[in-house]
């Protein structure tokens, strides 16, 4: 079976008792449960997913009783076991993939986003596309040091850029920030040339470190670009 590389394949999770609870569908958008009936391994190499979170999926599924769980403590702690392990999936998987998860005590399915990790039931409840793919990593006076399309700024902890990126790497950021603005306002005081080429050179070292660390954050599911300074 081929995929257009456009459009994004459906996955659902739901415990069954099989090793696997992945499902995928070929209905697109407008996929209903019942749709989702090839399962797919937790090892798929399309899937990418990393050891640890295979294994949580296939004791997650493996865990439920073939005759459903008799009492209602038991399903609730199953139930949040498994929302909180398929937004781990649906974070790693990104935008490529639409995660959706059956919440076996309601007997509803829902979208997982993978940028805010929140439950919706609908796909487009962000807009489109929901969050920022293409994360540009750029040092400029009085602005964040976070760009989308060369020009727009955003705080590392804007929530509606769903980063949800460490709290170091956050601090660390707005420090690079600071200090890009600290040389500006040196400079503009003293109009020492040597003295703002050399801060400027230690900055961009620490922006490209920066921008590793960023890109090892949000892992494959967005791109990072280090433009230097402007």
């Not at 019942?34 to 004791?59: E, I, Y």
């Not at 600290?182 to 920066?210: F, H, I, P």
């Not at 949000?218 to 300074?229: C, K």
Request: with cysteine.
């Amino acid at each position: 079976m081929t995929h257009d590389n456009d459009e994004p394949r459906h996955l659902l999770v739901r415990a069954r008792g099989d090793r696997s609870p992945l499902y995928e569908s070929d209905d697109g958008f407008n996929a209903e449960t019942d749709s989702f009936t090839r399962g797919v391994p937790v090892d798929d190499r399309a899937l990418g997913l990393p050891d640890k979170l295979a294994r949580q999926l296939a004791s997650w599924s493996e865990a439920r009783p073939p005759s459903g769980f008799a009492s209602r403590p038991e399903l609730r702690k199953h139930v949040k076991n498994g929302l909180e392990t398929a937004q781990s999936l649906a974070r790693h998987l990104g935008p490529a993939w639409v995660v959706r998860y059956w919440d076996e005590r309601h007997k509803t399915v829902k979208f997982v986003c993978w940028g805010c990790q929140r439950l919706h039931w609908t796909i487009d409840a962000h807009g489109n596309p929901p969050h920022p793919l293409h994360i540009i990593v750029e040092g400029e006076y009085r602005w964040y040091p976070l760009r989308v399309d060369k020009c727009e700024d955003f705080a590392p902890d804007d929530p509606a850029a769903a980063l949800d990126l460490s709290d170091q790497l956050v601090a660390d950021l707005y420090a690079w920030a600071a200090d890009i603005d600290t040389v500006m306002e040196t400079w503009l005081r003293d109009r020492d040339d040597a003295a703002q080429e050399a801060a400027y050179e230690r900055l961009r070292g620490d922006g490209a470190k920066l921008a590793d660390r960023l890109a090892h954050e949000l892992g494959p599911s967005r791109t990072v670009t280090y433009r230097g300074l402007y």
